[in-house]
């Protein structure tokens, strides 16, 4: 089976300091992408960061980081300095090929709070 | 550049009715994605075009929901004799064709089935 699990649906973190959202998934393939999106409340979903699965080096974007375990299939996300702005649902997702066909397997969601 | 539009923005239909839900994929992209996102949950995948063939349809739920995309462009979501459980976000997404592109999302069509 194909899933994410995002094991937190809440979190809330100080204006400025630093949260970990957690995210493990289960997939047979050797090739994916994982990515985090952010969903604000306008709806839009936002790409946050992505990895390749090849790639052992952890991705970073300004203030956004991921910590990517491939053997034990977990893909954290850290924000660091956290801003207002932030506050968002954020969701951990991979991407596969199968028989020529793309799909996006997405996890419940996080809702980040953001306290000031 | 414009990005993804979906159209309407929001639906209000009863029970029972007909509706189509539109999607612009930006312009040059030649995969399109529909997805549904219920109150409070994640996003499930519904279908995928590559240019105008859906190879992956597993994602329709009902045999009341079918999808099309015409000229590698705009798609249509239609889904018929509405029910309560259809209300839903419907998300749109579109990217180049590959493994490596991301894909950039639509604002969504917010479905209420009354």
């Known amino acids: 089976a194909q899933t994410v699990t995002q094991s937190q649906p809440e979190m809330s973190v100080q204006e400025a300091e630093t949260v970990t959202l957690s995210c493990t998934y289960d997939?047979?393939?050797?090739?994916?992408?994982l990515f985090w999106y952010k969903q604000p409340p306008s709806r839009q979903m936002i790409l946050v960061i992505r990895q390749e699965a090849y790639k052992q080096q952890n991705a970073t974007e300004n203030r956004f980081s991921v910590n990517f375990q491939k053997a034990a299939k977990s893909f954290s996300l850290k924000i660091s300095d956290s801003q207002l702005g932030d506050a968002a649902m954020y969701f951990c997702a991979y991407r596969i090929l199968i028989q020529g066909a793309q799909k996006l397997v997405f996890g419940q969601g996080t809702r980040l709070t953001i306290n000031p | 550049g414009a990005g993804v539009s979906q159209s309407p923005s929001n639906k209000v239909t009863e029970k029972g009715k007909d509706v189509e839900l539109r999607c612009d994929p930006i312009s040059g992209h030649t995969a399109l994605y529909w997805y549904r996102q219920s109150l409070g949950q994640g996003l499930e995948f519904l279908i995928y075009?590559?240019?105008?063939?859906?190879?992956?349809k597993s994602g329709l739920p009902s045999d009341r929901f079918s999808a099309e995309r015409t000229g590698g462009s705009v798609s249509t979501l239609t889904i018929q004799r509405t029910q309560q459980e259809d209300s839903a976000v419907y998300l749109c997404a579109s990217s180049p064709w590959g493994l490596t592109y991301e894909q950039y999302f639509g604002p969504g069509t917010r479905l209420t089935v009354t």
């Open positions: 997939t047979s393939e050797s090739d994916y992408y």
């Open positions: 075009f590559q240019g105008n063939s859906a190879p992956d």
